[in-house]
């Protein structure tokens, strides 16, 4: 598997059917409105349309399924405020 994944997919002719990198999908771990650090959030006016993987924690932008960061990787201890 390439190591440079920058997009989720999704079941063919289902755009909202989301399989993430980890084979998550809405139906076993499913999606959850987040903001730009990963915390879940509801999708009110002014969400950057924005999910979090549940299984492994990547956030991905809804409108083009990229993955736009990772919530593991923002909790390391070097970033942490
Ligand atoms: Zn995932």
Redesign the pocket.
Known sequence: MPHDIKC?THESGNEEGWV?????TPST?GFFPCDLKGNEIEPVKGWNRLYV??????IIEQDTLKIVAHRRLLRLPLLSN
């Open positions: 989720i993430c990198v980890c084979n998550n771990g993987c549940d299984r492994c924690g990547r």
